[in-house]
């Protein structure tokens, strides 16, 4: 069987990058938490430059033991009761925001017919592990009593979805919620996940450097989310106990994303506890394609497709 290939559109982008990125390299530029989010900005608003009308938009904050979490609600039919997504987005636990993802969120939200709730969780290193993952904890255990205030009706159908590090996130959460009756998670959906903190599976040696996300960046990354909590396996949702009522599970990975193995890892472990769960792989894609879908709109048409069609099962 041959092997599959790189995309040519994004093998044209990669190489336009990748020469823009040694040239900042060997000018000795140390990367900063501030650099690495006006990245993921500049990346993102340059390359998903559509984006659809939602009926209604809001900002809102949720306040929770004092702490106040900005949340921005889409709501693509307000006449109607609809079902519920989370959105924990992507970033390295350090960058992204609900405006960068905005276009992203608008697009699920139509995609799926759902209300999707975007998080601005905590960010690190400021606010390093498990900050991020307590505004997650708290707005699954409190956004029925927000939509109530807004009164926003909504069908008691929870989804937790994310990308990349908010893949790892909303993991995180579906295995802490997984047995607990009052909060019960319908669905989860994990976008090219982060799933294991230690970082032992062959693709990301395989795909360490020129495909976007790297090695070395990943390292960069995780030692400023973790800081000095040292368990980074017992942190890890690969590696994290599943029971019976963990929820139905949509796994997308990418074919050149580092973090890609980790993904076909946790899709077994699932199969092989009988769980629930459907996998999409696209072999010629890279990390983080969503935000480039200028770049590839066809395969993320198809993604937002996939969402829609688990999401009405």
Known sequence: MASPKLDQNLQRWLDNYNQLLAAWRAKGVDLTPEMARDGLATLTTSHVTTSPSVAMVMDEPLVVDGRSISLRIYHPAPDKRCGVIIYLHGGGHMAGSVTVYDPICRKLAVAANHI????????????????????????????????????????????????????????????????????????????????????????????????????????????????????????????????????????????????????????????????????????????????LEDIVADQCSSLYERIGKFLAT
């Open 116 to 291: 999707v709730i975007s998080v601005d969780y905590r960010l690190a290193p400021e606010h390093p592990y498990p900050a991020g993952l307590k505004d997650a904890a708290a707005v699954i255990s409190h956004y029925r009593s927000l939509l109530a205030t807004l009164n926003i009706d909504y069908s008691e159908r929870l989804v937790v979805a994310g990308d990349s590090a908010g893949g790892a996130m909303s993991a995180t959460m579906a295995h802490r919620f997984q047995d607990d009756d009052a909060t019960v998670i319908d669905k989860l959906i994990l976008i090219y996940p982060s799933l294991d903190y230690t970082m032992s599976h062959p693709s990301i040696d395989e795909l360490a450097d020129g495909y976007l996300l790297e090695r070395e960046r990943i390292a960069w990354y995780f030692a400023r989310y973790f800081q000095d909590y040292n368990d980074r396996r017992g942190a890890s949702p690969l590696f994290m106990d599943i029971s019976p009522s963990f929820p139905a599970t949509l796994v997308c990975t990418a074919g050149f994303c580092p973090l890609r193995d980790e993904g076909f890892a946790y899709v077994g472990r699932l199969e092989k506890n009988g769980n629930s769960v459907v996998h999409h792989h696209y072999p010629g894609m890279i990390h983080a394609f969503l935000n």
